[in-house]
Structures are given as structure tokens and as C-alpha cells.
């Protein structure tokens, strides 16, 4: 009796755990809840290539994106069937965007932890002919005379967060934000003068630099080697580091085989010459995490976050 309760209870386990025989047995959806030739998307399309073409998983992976605020391309991968065949890839807007706008019901806690590769940093930009020359001066500025030096950001996003940890650590800044967008809209408002300031990731202004701006900062925890004479935000005295990690999620409920078996994929071409050559090329940091390192990195990141998310939040959802 007692053997055929034990037999039940185990056919009962199996029957409600999806199977995976041989992960994968078809090919793999990465959804990317951004509009393509942005920073996530041009990253998950050099991973797809290298695995593709290293032939690291035995199925092809197929990049979709899904246009719009980063929560619908989120959810559809958030509610998709935890069959071990649907992927997240994004960066820290996940978790700031559960702060800023609680409303959508989108948290990294929806979602199975896959790894994490490499990400971007952050250049406070001023015109070249800007009169500010130093990262001091401009916050200096922005002290003597708050709320009139025009920051350009995508309120709520993280430009927007990456002006005000500038403020957190210059006590007394105060930057004028207007309604821009990304990198490329606001690099045209700067050198039309609607702005004297924005924030650009550092694969933007590898971009931008030589079409008449200039970086005062780098908000990553050491200089790049792309920019050795630019001083970080630490090495200026206000004490933070503020970057994008590139994270890859599944659905709440993916076989672990799967979880496994994408972490083992991207881990090994993050290893490999061309991605290298890729972070490097992007100015990117070339870091990986995965399993308890990746889940607890996620909870850290959230804590360091969450109290300038809470300035970004429109005064009408706050």
C-alpha cells in the first residue's frame, strides 16, 4: 500500500512538472521588449549569431522584437507556457520600471533568473562647446542655479535615473528634466540647444563623440580603456556606480533542464573571442553570473536602485 501511494505521488510530481528530453528540440524565442538596432537588441543578436554559428545549442535562436514600453515585450514572455523555449533579454529598466511605475504588475520576481552578460555604463554629455569642461563644474552649476540647467531624458527611465544620482552625489544639483527620449533623440536636442545636458550609455556616445559632444563622467566602476582620460563618478567623490546589465529571464516555472541549458549557452559565448571583441567594441563590461550569484546580484541591485527609482516616479503615480 505504502508503495503504491509513494508510486502516485511520483507520477503525480512528474505529471505536473513540464518534460524535457534533449533541451532543445526546437528552436528557442528570445523576446526583446525594444525596438530593434537598440543596446539590448544589438547585444542579443551578437549572442544569437555566436551561438548560431558555433552551433553552441543544437536548435536556432530567433530574436523578436516587441516595440513599445519594455512591459509588453515583458509580459508576453511573463504569462508565455513555461515550456523551456521562451527568453527574456533586457537590462536594469526591469527593475527600475517595478519602482517607478508599480502599476504594470512587472517585477523580476515574475520570472526565473537565467544569467546575466556583461552591460553599459553611463556618460554625462555636454556639447563640445559647452563652457562646462569638468563634471564639477556642470554640477557646480547646477547648485548655484537649480532647476535651470535642461537635462534631456526619457522620464522614469534610466537617463532620467542617471541625472539624479548625479544630484544624490553632488547634494544641492538640481537639473531642469525635459521629455526627450533615447540617445539619438536626445543627442539631436543637445546639439540643437534645447538641452545643456543628458545622459548616454557608452556604447551611445562611442556613437555620438565625434559629432560635437563631450563626456564630463563615466558612472562605471573603473575607467574604460575605449576612454582612459575619463574619470569615473567615484573618482570625482560622488560615491556611485550606476550601470545596465544585460539580463536573460524565463518564465516563472521553466523546467530547470532549460534554465540550465540557456545559462550554459550564453556562458559560453560570452567566453568566446567575438563576443569579447563585441563588449569591447561597445564599450561593455564582459561579466558573468548565473544560478545563486545572478539571483542574489538581482536582489542587491534592486536595494541600490529603488530610492532614485522613487524620484523618477511622475508626481501623478508617486
Known amino acids: 500500500m505504502v508503495r503504491k501511494l509513494a508510486a502516485a505521488l511520483v507520477a503525480m510530481f512528474f505529471a505536473a512538472t513540464p518534460a524535457l528530453a534533449q533541451w532543445p528540440e526546437k528552436p528557442i524565442r528570445v523576446i526583446v521588449p525594444f525596438g530593434p538596432g537598440g543596446t539590448t537588441d544589438i547585444l542579443a543578436r551578437t549572442m544569437q549569431k555566436v551561438i548560431d554559428e558555433k552551433k553552441i545549442v543544437a536548435q536556432p535562436v530567433v530574436i523578436q522584437n516587441v516595440g513599445g514600453h519594455f512591459s509588453v515585450g515583458a509580459r508576453q514572455v511573463m504569462t508565455a507556457a513555461p515550456d523551456g523555449y521562451t527568453f527574456l533579454a533586457i537590462h536594469l529598466a526591469l527593475l527600475s520600471g517595478e519602482i517607478v511605475d508599480p502599476s504594470r504588475g512587472i517585477s523580476y520576481r515574475n520570472f526565473e533568473p537565467v544569467a546575466l552578460t556583461g552591460g553599459f555604463c553611463f556618460h554625462p554629455i555636454v556639447r563640445a562647446d559647452a563652457p562646462y569642461r569638468t563634471l564639477t563644474e556642470l554640477l557646480t552649476a547646477a547648485k548655484e542655479r537649480p532647476n535651470t540647467l535642461v537635462a534631456g531624458v526619457n522620464i522614469g527611465a534610466l537617463n532620467h535615473m542617471g541625472g539624479l544620482f548625479l544630484e544624490?552625489?553632488?547634494?544641492?544639483?538640481?537639473?531642469?528634466?525635459?521629455?526627450?527620449?533615447?540617445?539619438?533623440?536626445?543627442?539631436?536636442?543637445?546639439?540643437?540647444?534645447?538641452?545643456?545636458?543628458?545622459?548616454?550609455?557608452?556604447?551611445?556616445?562611442?556613437?555620438?563623440?565625434?559629432?560635437?559632444?563631450?563626456?564630463?563622467?563615466?558612472?562605471?566602476?573603473?575607467?574604460?580603456?575605449?576612454?582612459?582620460?575619463?574619470?569615473?563618478?567615484?573618482?570625482?567623490?560622488?560615491?556611485?556606480?550606476?550601470?545596465?546589465?544585460?539580463?536573460?529571464?524565463?518564465?516563472?516555472?521553466?523546467?530547470?533542464?532549460?534554465?540550465?541549458?540557456?545559462?550554459?549557452?550564453?556562458?559560453?559565448?560570452?567566453?568566446?573571442?567575438?563576443?569579447?571583441?563585441?563588449?569591447?567594441?561597445?564599450?561593455?563590461?564582459?561579466?558573468?553570473?548565473?544560478?545563486?550569484?545572478?539571483?542574489?546580484?538581482?536582489?542587491?541591485?534592486?536595494?541600490?536602485?529603488e530610492p532614485v527609482a522613487k524620484l523618477a516616479t511622475p508626481p501623478q503615480q508617486r
Open 168 to 305: 544624490q552625489g553632488f547634494p544641492g544639483a538640481k537639473f531642469r528634466y525635459a521629455q526627450i527620449g533615447g540617445g539619438g533623440e536626445n543627442f539631436a536636442a543637445i546639439m540643437g540647444g534645447h538641452t545643456q545636458m543628458t545622459i548616454l550609455s557608452s556604447s551611445e556616445y562611442q556613437t555620438y563623440k565625434a559629432n560635437g559632444v563631450r563626456a564630463l563622467g563615466y558612472t562605471g566602476p573603473a575607467r574604460l580603456a575605449l576612454e582612459p582620460d575619463i574619470q569615473t563618478t567615484r573618482e570625482l567623490g560622488l560615491g556611485f556606480d550606476y550601470c545596465a546589465e544585460n539580463f536573460w529571464f524565463a518564465p516563472k516555472g521553466t523546467p530547470a533542464a532549460a534554465i540550465e541549458g540557456m545559462a550554459n549557452a550564453l556562458e559560453r559565448a560570452t567566453a568566446t573571442p567575438e563576443m569579447k571583441d563585441f563588449f569591447n567594441k561597445q564599450a561593455q563590461t564582459g561579466q558573468f553570473l548565473r544560478g545563486a550569484a545572478f539571483a542574489k546580484h538581482l536582489v542587491d541591485i534592486y536595494q541600490m536602485i
